[in-house]
T-cell receptor, first 114, second 115 residues
Framework: NAGVTQTPKFRILKIGQSMTLQCTQDMNHNYMYWYRQDPGMGLKLIYY???????DKGEVPNGYNVSRSTTEDFPLRLELAAPSQTSVYFC?????????????FGEGSRLTVL | AQTVTQSQPEMSVQEAETVTLSCTYDTSESDYYLFWYKQPPSRQMILVIRQEAYKQQNATENRFSVNFQKAAKSFSLKISDSQLGDAAMYFCAYRRSQGAQKLVFGQGTRLTINP
């Protein structure tokens, strides 16, 4: 059972570089999310998607872009990386038809911008 | 906007004892869900327990239980018979019952278990 898979798990970027964090889920979930977790803090929502072709901003979207061309995949693009984007990034998914509202998380991607 | 506050950055407890983690939230909604997630050093986010706001009965999952006080907007987690494997960051989270299932997280409480 793969669940939610994120790649890469670790990455170091130089200021101004760009990269894409990949996220895929095999549970046929409608909803997908990207969160970031700064040291000693809770998770903050960057972007989310309620289905293929539909995305919306969360609490901290600046400096990021997303797309959702398929149900399974929800990549997060960082353009012009800045030190403030040093964080751990979590992708998550959930099923719209479940009243439980439980989110299933990937293992996280640690990104350092130097 | 909804907010979730965990006022205890760190807590510690002796193995086999009971510990309670605090959480308060702010919302104007009447129907919503509350969660406690555990994050061990592996970084994996693990759902511990869930409470529906329309239910008066407090949720229980084995050694984990909650004290849900809707009027006070309080949602504490009690861990009984603490075990070394319970050591982790614990996050309280809120979501509205309608719409996209976005979670709002608290800042977290780091729980240490002393053998």
């Amino acid at each position: 059972n793969a669940g939610v898979t994120q790649t890469p798990k670790f990455r170091i970027l130089k200021i101004g570089q760009s990269m894409t964090l990949q996220c895929t889920q095999d549970m046929n979930h409608n909803y997908m999310y990207w969160y970031r977790q700064d040291p000693g803090m809770g998770l903050k929502l960057i972007y989310y998607s309620v289905g293929a072709g539909i995305t919306d901003k969360g609490e901290v979207p600046n400096g990021y872009n997303v797309s959702r061309s398929t149900t399974e995949d929800f990549p997060l693009r960082l353009e012009l990386a800045a030190p403030s984007q040093t964080s751990v990034y979590f992708c998550a998914s959930s099923y719209a038809g479940a009243n439980t509202g439980e989110l299933f998380f990937g293992e996280g991607s640690r990104l350092t911008v130097l | 906007a909804q907010t979730v506050t965990q006022s205890q950055p760190e807590m510690s407890v002796q193995e086999a004892e009971t510990v309670t983690l605090s959480c308060t939230y702010d919302t104007s909604e009447s129907d919503y869900y509350l969660f406690w997630y555990k994050q061990p050093p592996s970084r994996q986010m693990i759902l511990v327990i869930r409470q529906e706001a329309y239910k008066q009965q407090n949720a229980t999952e084995n050694r984990f239980s909650v004290n849900f006080q809707k009027a006070a907007k309080s949602f504490s987690l009690k861990i009984s018979d603490s075990q070394l494997g319970d050591a982790a960051m614990y996050f309280c989270a809120y979501r509205r019952s309608q719409g996209a299932q976005k979670l709002v997280f608290g800042q977290g409480t780091r729980l240490t278990i002393n053998p």
